[in-house]
């Protein structure tokens, strides 16, 4: 049981390049979130979804999409990534909604 | 503006004494709160949480403490141990409706337990 997966672990961007993180989780969760955290501050919410095929925006989604097209999995997409968007990057699944249960993050530079 | 306040950056505490985290809060209508634990370069991961109907709730070494009439929450930690040096990170629940819960973190506390 490896419980809540991040690809990859760091990358380096150039402004204006694009791609796409990958969370998976293995244990049947409806819920599924990424956060954000940059230095000196808590987790922020991107993007969630409450089931396969839903998404809904957080507190922070601009610059960001994510598709969930299978239960297991929770994409987060940059299009044109930017120097803001430099942080790390935290993918979470919950069976209820409150308890969450996250990975161990992407390291995302954007230079 | 910040709805979950830590106002503690640090909190340094010797082996075997208890360390209190102290986190508030604005919203009246936050339905769950939940203390989280975080090591450097890992996930965080969750450690205890309570209901907004109750004002208590105990696992192990840790209790949370809910006053609702002061919007205040604690984490206590007894006895304090070396491994539990990390940041701890308060959050607040709200139900959104459709089946959609937000968590709203806190900005963390450092505990670091003197040996």
């Known amino acids: 049981n490896a419980g809540v997966t991040q690809t990859p672990k760091f990358r380096v961007l150039k402004t204006g390049q694009s791609m796409t993180l990958l969370c998976a989780q293995d244990?049947?969760?409806?819920?599924m979130y990424w956060y954000r955290q940059d230095p000196g501050m808590g987790l922020r919410l991107i993007h969630y979804s409450v089931g396969e095929g839903t998404t809904a925006k957080g507190e922070v989604p601009d610059g960001y999409n994510v598709s969930r097209l299978k239960k297991q999995n929770f994409l987060l997409g940059l299009e044109s990534a930017a120097p803001s968007q430099t942080s790390v990057y935290f993918c979470?699944?919950?069976?209820?909604?409150?308890?969450?249960?996250f990975g161990p993050g992407t390291r995302l530079t954007v230079t | 503006d910040q709805q979950v306040k830590q106002n503690s950056p640090s909190l340094s505490v010797q082996e075997g004494r208890i360390s209190i985290l102290n986190c508030d809060y604005t919203?009246?209508?936050?339905?769950?709160f939940l203390w989280y634990k975080k090591y450097p370069a890992e996930g965080p991961t969750f450690l205890i949480s309570?209901?907004?109907?109750?004002d208590k709730n105990e696992d192990g070494r840790f209790t949370v403490f809910l006053n609702k009439s002061a919007k205040h929450l604690s984490l206590h930690i007894v006895p304090s141990q070396p491994g539990d040096s990390a940041v701890y990170f308060c959050a607040a629940s709200l139900y959104s409706g459709a089946g959609s819960y937000q968590l709203t973190f806190g900005k963390g506390t450092k505990l670091s337990v003197i040996p």
């Open positions: 244990m049947n969760h409806e819920y």
């Open positions: 309570i209901s907004s109907i109750k």
């Open positions: 979470a699944s919950s069976p209820t909604g409150y308890e969450q249960y």
């Open positions: 919203n009246s209508m936050f339905d769950y």
